[in-house]
């Protein structure tokens, strides 16, 4: 387990999504991502809810916006370095906007992204 502040993990989220080439994330819309402190259920590092881009249609108007959660608590108690903290909450971050832009757990699995 790693003890990181959640003012430091914020910022690794933020950093994640920096390194999230420019080209991708100007077509995310109507998302928040929100670091939370305790996943719903034992194990989960993130969570997407929200409809996909790829499933909204001429109809998808007045929503609430799509969630992604990051887990600090749970990312932190799987790692065993400060590193494994970083590459952990980049892959997390990926993954969940991955799920955001309609990819599923199937295909980010085969590109190695589960």
């Excluded at 994330?25 to 809810?49: C, K, Q, S, W």
């Excluded at 007045?62 to 932190?76: A, M, N, S, T």
């Excluded at 990926?94 to 699995?109: N, W, Y």
Aim: proline letters at 6%; hydrophobic letters at 40%.
């Amino acid at each position: 387990m790693v003890e990181i502040s959640r003012r430091e993990f914020e910022e690794l989220v933020a950093d994640a999504l920096d390194s999230i080439p420019e080209h991708l994330t100007r077509y995310m819309d109507n998302v928040v991502i929100t670091v939370a402190e305790d996943p719903p259920e034992p194990g989960l590092l993130g969570l997407y809810e929200g409809v996909p881009l790829t499933e909204r249609g001429d109809f998808y108007s007045g929503v609430l916006p799509d969630q992604i959660f990051i887990y600090w608590r749970e990312i932190c108690a799987i790692c065993e370095t400060p590193e494994d903290v970083v590459e952990e909450v980049r892959i997390t971050v990926v993954h969940e906007i991955a799920h955001h832009f309609g990819i599923d757990d199937d295909r980010l699995h085969e590109l190695g992204w589960s």
